[in-house]
């Protein structure tokens, strides 16, 4: 029995009875591995970890309640806006998704809207961290996702911050740039007042270098975050775009999301290709208008989210690729016709799709009552210039501009999704707190990715991805301004939070302790812990890597 006792052998001697000889010098180890979800995400969300709390409730005997709590609070750390981003964020983590290999992503988005509804009905406030208050006083210029983000994090953790805003209601692009039909202002709203609850200062109606000067800010606080949003819409750039009624795509939707009159005629012409530019077209659909969205390339180049495009073309919004306007034909002053050129596709550009190409002498003419340009937009500077070269503000890696202890993230940077501006809005916030507490940036470690190929797709079970329904085009334009798609019933959140493979993190299938003839692999007494090796037992067989699904297990 002594020599069980591993402090007492000598390295050369076997320490215990095996069951066949070495095979291999190699031994187990557990390698944890980043999902290639979470690489992804732009806030870096711990998505695995949502869904296993979620999906392992039951398994370990817990209640289901206490499961979705706990992971509103994993997402809670990154994301304050979960009901939010679980509807108009384009999912880039499910294209990532491993298990897309087998049969179907995992639908993270929907997961996360219905972890965000299911808070909002409980009634769940945000958390402060641990700690008092601090001294310090910080502005955040803007209410977009950007500014509500960084707010958020600097008042969970103590300060005292204050949301300056030019526009009459706090939200940015997510209130006056998308549509009630994608984001119910109820949703919206409640995210906000949320945030506010913690503390934070909001003052509406107040345009920092308009209303109020940026120096006076600067002298009555210890920091400044700059979260502008790009509200300013780019021209089209031919004759006759002066015409009263050719409107830039933010201006419009900002029009349509107040609840102002647009008069914009029988025929809209749309011009662009991405998400302002088919959002302005279904809401000019909505409107009474015939619709024609008109694009330079070919649908397939089309940067809006396919789901977006597919319902406008449901919905009856008619489009015309291969096109670019030339000229804007008035009569008496107003928009008569778009005359355009007719493209051809040429070689890939720097953005990797390929390069529209006028066919000389070709045209076509489009007739129109109303022209919306939706084609790019930047943000409005007023009296923030010096921050803003080339049209953009530049920062460092923590989001500091290297002026006036000013930061800035967002739309201020570059255009881009709500979840980047998040996570930018949430890393000034930590490098303001880090800069007046004298702390040094966390350094996450870096993991390898795993792969499909890593993953035993054959070990899961087929489960095929669970889709809320949604409405057919003429019951959604019935009550156009109204949401018309669902959030996932609760069951089907679990099944469908069950699929996850928790690629590259042990989720206590037990097929290492399975496989293992030398009782090499020892089970942890604590229900969702990895398992432990026995080295001294092992022989190097390899089965525990070869029959481990998520792909933790490694050989060396």
Request: glycine content about 10%; proline content about 6%; some cysteine.
């Amino acid at each position: 029995m002594a020599l069980l006792k591993k402090e007492k052998v000598k390295p050369v001697i076997r320490s215990a009875p095996r069951s066949s000889v070495e095979t291999s010098p190699l031994r187990p180890y557990l390698q944890p591995k980043l999902a290639p979800c979470m690489d992804r995400c732009p806030q870096g969300t711990e998505i695995r970890r949502v869904l296993m709390t979620v999906a392992q409730a039951q398994k370990y005997e817990r209640p289901q309640q206490e499961a979705f709590a706990e992971a509103f609070r994993i997402l809670a750390e990154k994301n304050p806006l979960p009901a939010v981003c679980g509807r108009v964020c384009p999912h880039p983590c499910e294209d990532a998704c491993n298990r897309k290999e087998k049969d179907g992503a995992l639908g993270i988005n929907s997961i996360e809207r219905f972890l965000g509804d299911w808070a909002l009905a409980q009634g769940l406030d945000l958390l402060r961290e641990g700690g008092g208050a601090f001294s310090e006083k910080i502005a955040v210029i803007g209410s977009g996702p950007a500014g509500l983000s960084c707010a958020y994090q600097l008042a969970r953790r103590g300060y005292s911050a204050t949301i300056f805003e030019a526009f009459h209601r706090p939200g940015g692009m997510l209130r006056y740039g998308i549509p009630s039909y994608r984001l119910p202002r109820e949703v919206l709203d409640a995210e906000i007042d949320r945030i506010l609850r913690l503390g934070v200062e909001l003052r509406t109606d107040v345009a920092v270098g308009k209303d109020i000067s940026y120096d006076r800010v600067r002298s009555e606080y210890d920091a400044i975050f700059i979260g502008i949003g790009a509200h300013q819409g780019a021209q089209l750039g031919c004759p006759g775009e002066d015409a009263a009624n050719v409107l830039s795509g933010v201006e419009f939707l900002r029009l349509a999301n107040s609840g102002n009159p647009v008069r914009l005629g029988k025929r809209v012409v749309v011009v662009g290709g991405g998400d302002t530019a088919i959002d302005a077209a279904r809401v000019a659909l909505r409107l009474g208008a015939q619709t024609t969205v008109l694009y330079r390339r070919t649908r397939k180049e089309m940067p809006a989210i396919e789901e977006e495009i597919k319902g406008a073309e449901e919905e009856g919004v008619a489009f015309r690729f291969l096109a670019s306007p030339l000229e804007v034909l008035k009569e008496n002053g107003r928009v008569a016709a778009l005359r355009c050129q007719v493209m051809e596709l040429g070689e890939p550009d720097e953005s990797g799709r390929r390069r529209p190409v006028p066919i000389a002498g070709k045209e076509c003419k489009l007739e129109a009552d109303c022209v919306i340009a939706a084609v790019s937009q930047r943000p409005n500077f007023w009296g923030l210039d010096s921050f803003f070269e080339g049209g953009w503000a530049k920062t460092d890696d923590s989001g500091a501009t290297g002026k006036d202890k000013t930061y800035a993230g967002g739309d201020a940077l570059s255009l881009g999704l709500a979840t980047i501006a998040l996570y930018q809005g949430r890393r000034a916030a930590e490098a303001i707190h880090q800069r007046f507490r004298g702390l040094s940036a966390a350094k996450e470690p870096a993991l390898p990715l795993v792969r499909s190929d890593r993953v035993l797709l054959s070990w899961y079970q087929e489960a095929l991805r669970h889709q809320a329904a949604i409405l057919e085009a003429g019951e959604r334009l019935e009550k156009p301004w109204d949401e018309f798609t669902p959030t996932l019933p609760e069951a089907e959140a679990v099944a469908e939070a069950q699929r996850c493979m928790s690629c590259g993190s042990c989720f206590d299938c037990g097929s290492c302790w399975s496989y293992c003839q030398d009782q090499a692999v020892l089970k942890s007494v604590t229900p969702g812990e990895p398992y432990r090796f026995k080295l001294d037992f092992c022989n190097g067989c390899n089965k525990c890597k070869e029959n481990c699904p998520c792909g933790l297990i490694e050989m060396r």
